[in-house]
């Protein structure tokens, strides 16, 4: 799994960076768009190319959207309530 932190970076992110970890044989990657707040998650398909994915095939399921939210979240809130709202929204 690959994670890239993109702020002025996303179309070679998108691009020529997604073209090397799909020949690499990465499993995932995810590209977190700082700009607008959104993270790109792509699995690798073993026949070449990739797709957008919701849910991290790697990390059990893990919801982007949830990823998404947490991050928009400690824009606004202390790590402390960051994480008491990670802990509620996972421990059910």
Partial sequence: MIIEISSSTLQDDLGKKRLLYE?????????????DVKIIALE????????QISESKLLGGLAIADL???????????????????????SS
């Fill in 23 to 35: 020949q690499l044989g990465t499993k995932e990657y995810w590209i977190v768009d700082v700009q």
């Fill in 68 to 90: 998404e939210e947490a991050l928009k979240l400690s824009h606004e809130k202390s790590q402390t309530e960051l994480g008491a709202w990670l802990l509620q929204k996972y």
């Fill in 44 to 51: 690798m398909l073993e026949n070449g190319g990739s797709r």
